[in-house]
C-alpha cells in the first residue's frame, strides 16, 4: 500500500508543475513548428507505435495500447519532427563550408541543418565533402574491404538506431569477411548489464513484460529518469501508483517525472489540472553510492522476517552464504558513508520490499556507467534473488534501454564476444564458417584505431565521437583510418574527422517508406522487454537519393564478397527472404515471417524468466559485491560528477537548449551543485566556473564556462549535461568487465573565476 509523504519522501512543492501535461503538448507542438511540419509531423505521429506504422526512433520502451488514440510521448514527438524535419543538408551546403569550418560549430547547429540528401565524399584537397554515385562508392568500399589484409583490422560500429534485418545484413558481411569485429553502442551504456546478468541469471535481457507492471506491490528504481529518456514509462508507472503500488526511487537529483505526473492522454487530468504522485520515497543516495545502498537492502532484509524466500532460494540460487558473510562483517556507518543514506531510510525501504509479494527492479544507466557497473548491476540481481522475484508474475529485472533496438542489434549478433553456440547456429542457417576469435569492445576499437592497428571504421548509425570519452582523441583516431564510412540520416561531430578515404551515405528514416522491388518493405525492431515487432515507414523519403540501411549494406557486400553464395540483391528485393534467413540462423526465429502477423509482435524467449539458469552450475548465482573505493577529498572544491541528458535531448541529439523539468532556458552549459557546496566554494548561484578532472594531471581534460545552478543533489556531487562533459574523461575511466565508461561518476575539481585571475 503506497504510504503519505515522511521525511525520506518526495517533497514537490505544491505550485510545482507535474512532469507532462500542457507543456508537453506545446513542447512537441514547437518542435514541429520549427522543423516546419506541423501538418506532416502529426499525421506522421498518428502512424507511430501503430501495428500498421512505424516504430518510435527514439526510446526502447514497450507499446502498451497500440489500437489506442496515441502511443508517443513528447520526446518521441521530437524524434519524429527532428527526422521529418523539412529541412536539407544538401551537397550545396557542404561546398559552402569546408570540414575545418564545421568543425567550429556546435552539435546542435550541425544536426539542425536537416536531413542528408546525396552519398558524399571527402576531398582533402580542397577540405569539403561532395557528390559521388551510389555505384562508384559502394564499389569502393566493398573494395577496400576485400583488400585489407586482417578482417580485424575493420571496425564495425552500430547504433541503437539500425533494424534487425540491416544489423544481420551487417554482422553476416563482416563474418564472411573473417572477422567478429562488433564494437556498439551497447558497449557505451548498458554492457554492464549484459554482462552481469549473465552471470547472475544466465541472461543479459531483462526479465520482465509490461503486464508484470499491472500486477506489481512495488517499483524499485535505480538511476534513471523516465520525464526525459523514455516518457511513455510514465504512463506505465501512474497505472501502477493509482493501483496503489509503492514506487521506490533511489536517484542522486530529484528529477520531475519520478515525482509527480499529468498524463496528456488523460482529459481529466488535462483539465482540471490533476496529477499523479509516481514516488512514495525518493532516496538521495550519493553518486557511486548504489552498491551500498542496496548492500544496505540486502543487510536489512536479511534481518527481516520476511526478507528472505526461503524456498526459492534453495531450489534456484547459490551463493549467499558467502554474501550473508559479507554482509553481517559490514557496518552500518560504513554504508551510511557511501550511501549517503540513513539507516533508517534504508530500513524502511527494505521492509516495503520485503512485504511486497511481487517487485519489479527497474534500473538505467546511473547503474550501468561506473568503473563499477557490473557489480551494480549483480548488486541488483541479489536483490530480485533474494526475495525470489524472477520468473513469476509481477516481478522482476527490467534494465531500461536506451536506443530503440538496441538490444535486437545484439540479438542480430552485433557482438564483438559471440558465443560458440550462436556461431554454430550462424554457420548452419548460412552454410558459411564463422571467425569465432572475440575481438573489440568500444573503448578497444579506440585504442586500436589509435594504434594504428585498426584501419577502417564503419558506422552505421551513431556518432562516435560525441559520445566516446576523450573525444578529441577518437576525432585523432578517426582521421588516422585509410577509410571512414558513415550511414547516416544527418551530419554530426564524427563526420568531422574523416580518414585518408572517406564516405558519408544516407539512408533511410525509420519513418520513411522503403521501397524494393517487391513493394514496400517493413523492417523489425525488439524492445526493452523482448518484444519483436514490425515497423513499415509512411513518409516519402527526404531525397530521392536516399537508400536503405539493407539496401547499403548488401551494395557494399556484393562487392567486397564476389565469391560468396549469398545472393545480396534478392535479400535487398524483399526483406521476407533476410527474415527467412534469420529463422535458419538466430535462435528464437523460428518462422520469423510468419511469427510476424500477430498482433504487437512475439516474444523471444527468456530462460531466467522460466527459472531455467544458464549458468555452469545451473543455477542463479549470489554474488559478493564489495563496496567501491570511496573518493574522499579535504578539497572542498572536490567534487564527485555525474553526466545527465536535458530534456531537449536523445543521446548525442541535442534537438533545443531547454531543459524544461531542471528549469533551464536557452543554454546547456550549466553545473548543478547544492547549495551548501556552492557557499563552501565561495561563490554564488549563477556564478561562473570551470571544471578539471581529477582522473589525469592532463590539462585537456577540462570544461570551462559552466553556468552554477543550485539543486536538489546531495553535497559533494554535481552533475552537468552528456555528451559535453565527456571532455573530463580519459579514455582508460572505465569498468573493466564490461569495457562501460565511468560517464556517471566523475571526480572532478571546481575552478572559480578568482582562482582562474589569479
Not at 349 to 362: E, F, G, L, T
Not at 725 to 753: C, E, M, Q, W
Request: aromatic share 6%.
Amino acid at each position: 500500500m503506497r504510504k503519505k509523504n515522511d521525511t525520506d519522501d518526495v517533497a514537490s512543492e505544491p505550485d510545482s508543475p507535474a512532469a507532462g501535461g500542457w507543456a508537453a503538448l506545446k513542447s512537441a507542438t514547437k518542435h514541429l513548428r520549427e522543423q516546419r511540419v506541423v501538418l506532416k509531423g502529426n499525421k506522421t505521429l498518428l502512424r507511430m507505435n501503430k501495428p500498421d506504422g512505424f516504430d518510435c526512433p527514439g526510446c526502447a520502451w514497450p507499446d502498451k495500447n497500440p489500437y489506442g488514440s496515441f502511443e508517443y510521448c513528447e520526446n518521441g514527438a521530437k524524434a519524429v519532427a527532428w527526422e521529418a524535419t523539412a529541412k536539407r543538408a544538401t551537397p550545396e551546403l557542404f561546398a559552402e563550408h569546408t570540414v575545418t569550418s564545421l568543425k567550429a560549430r556546435s552539435d546542435h547547429w550541425l544536426e539542425s541543418q536537416g536531413r542528408l540528401t546525396d552519398p558524399l565524399c571527402y576531398n582533402a584537397a580542397t577540405d569539403c565533402y561532395e557528390r559521388v554515385s551510389w555505384s562508384d562508392a559502394l564499389a569502393d568500399i566493398g573494395q577496400q574491404l576485400a583488400a585489407l589484409p586482417d578482417a580485424d583490422q575493420a571496425e564495425y560500429y552500430t547504433s541503437g538506431r539500425t533494424s534487425n534485418e540491416a544489423a544481420f545484413l551487417l554482422q553476416l558481411m563482416a563474418r564472411l569477411l573473417g572477422t567478429n569485429n562488433f564494437p556498439d553502442c551497447s558497449n557505451l551504456c548498458h554492457e554492464a548489464s549484459s554482462v552481469g546478468l549473465p552471470l547472475s541469471i544466465g541472461v543479459g535481457k531483462g526479465t520482465v513484460t509490461l503486464d508484470d507492471f499491472e500486477h506489481c506491490d512495488a517499483i524499485f528504481s535505480f538511476g534513471h529518469n523516465p520525464g526525459t529518456n523514455h516518457p511513455r514509462m510514465l504512463t506505465t508507472l501512474r497505472d501502477a501508483a493509482k493501483r496503489g503500488a509503492d514506487i521506490v526511487v533511489f536517484n542522486p537529483l530529484r528529477e520531475r517525472g519520478m515525482q509527480r505526473f499529468r498524463d496528456p492522454q488523460r482529459i481529466t487530468e488535462m483539465v482540471t489540472g490533476a496529477s499523479t504522485q509516481i514516488a512514495t520515497h525518493y532516496l538521495q543516495l550519493k553518486i557511486g553510492g548504489d552498491i551500498a545502498a542496496i548492500n544496505g537492502l540486502l543487510k536489512a532484509l536479511l534481518a527481516h522476517d520476511d526478507g528472505v524466500d526461503r524456498a526459492f532460494v534453495d531450489e534456484h540460487t547459490e551463493g549467499l552464504a558467502a554474501l550473508r558473510q559479507m554482509l553481517a562483517q559490514l557496518p552500518w556507518s560504513d554504508i551510511e558513508a557511501a550511501s549517503g543514506l540513513t539507516r533508517s531510510a534504508l530500513s524502511q525501504a527494505a521492509d516495503i520490499y520485503a512485504k511486497a509479494n511481487n517487485a519489479i527492479i527497474v534500473y538505467g544507466m546511473g547503474i550501468t556507467q561506473h568503473r563499477h557497473g557490473t557489480d551494480n548491476v549483480r548488486a541488483l540481481a541479489n536483490l530480485a534473488l533474494l526475495k525470489g522475484n524472477i520468473g513469476k508474475r509481477g516481478a522482476g529485472i527490467c534494465p531500461v534501454r536506451g536506443h530503440s533496438n538496441v538490444q535486437g542489434d545484439r540479438t542480430m549478433g552485433i557482438w564483438e564476444k559471440p558465443s560458440q553456440a550462436f556461431l554454430n547456429k550462424m554457420e548452419e542457417g548460412t552454410g558459411a564458417p564463422m571467425p569465432r576469435a572475440h575481438w573489440h569492445t568500444v573503448v578497444e576499437s579506440i585504442a586500436a584505431m589509435q594504434s594504428g592497428a585498426s584501419q577502417v571504421f564503419f558506422a552505421m548509425g551513431g556518432n562516435l565521437v560525441s559520445a566516446s570519452p576523450d573525444p578529441e582523441g577518437v576525432a585523432r583516431a578517426l582521421s588516422q583510418q585509410s577509410l571512414t564510412v558513415s550511414v547516416a540520416t544527418k551530419l554530426n561531430r564524427s563526420h568531422l574527422s574523416p580518414g585518408r578515404s572517406s564516405y558519408l551515405l544516407p539512408c533511410l528514416g525509420r519513418t520513411e517508406l522503403d521501397l524494393q522491388a517487391t513493394g514496400s518493405q517493413s523492417i523489425t525492431v525488439e524492445d526493452s522487454m523482448s518484444m519483436v515487432h514490425a515497423s513499415r515507414g509512411v513518409n516519402a523519403p527526404a531525397s530521392p537519393s536516399l537508400r536503405s540501411e539493407c539496401a547499403i549494406v548488401a551494395g557494399i557486400a556484393t562487392h567486397a564478397l564476389p565469391q560468396a553464395s549469398i545472393d545480396w540483391a534478392a535479400l535487398t528485393d524483399d526483406y521476407d527472404a533476410i527474415r527467412d534467413l534469420i529463422s535458419r540462423s538466430i535462435v528464437g526465429f523460428e518462422n520469423f515471417n510468419e511469427r510476424l502477423q500477430t498482433p504487437g509482435g512475439f516474444h523471444l524467449p527468456n530462460t531466467a524468466r522460466e527459472r531455467r539458469w544458464n549458468t555452469p552450475c545451473g543455477r542463479a548465482q549470489f554474488a559478493v559485491t564489495a563496496m567501491p573505493k570511496r573518493d574522499v577529498s579535504a578539497d572542498p572544491l572536490a567534487l564527485m560528477l555525474t553526466t545527465v541528458r536535458s530534456h531537449d535531448q536523445y543521446n548525442t541529439t541535442i534537438y533545443g537548449l531547454d531543459d524544461r523539468y531542471r528549469g533551464i532556458r536557452g543554454r546547456r552549459n550549466v553545473l548543478f551543485m547544492n547549495a551548501e557546496d556552492i557557499a563552501t566554494a565561495g561563490i554564488a548561484d549563477g556564478a561562473t566556473v570551470d571544471l578539471v578532472s581529477r582522473l589525469s594531471e592532463d590539462s585537456r581534460y577540462r570544461l570551462n564556462e559552466l553556468r552554477v545552478v543550485a539543486y536538489a543533489i546531495p553535497r559533494g556531487c554535481c552533475a552537468t549535461y552528456f555528451p559535453e562533459a565527456n571532455v573530463l574523461i580519459p579514455a582508460d575511466h572505465f569498468d573493466t568487465r564490461s569495457s562501460t565508461p565511468g560517464y556517471k561518476s566523475v571526480p572532478v575539481r571546481l575552478v572559480t573565476r578568482a582562482m582562474n585571475s589569479s
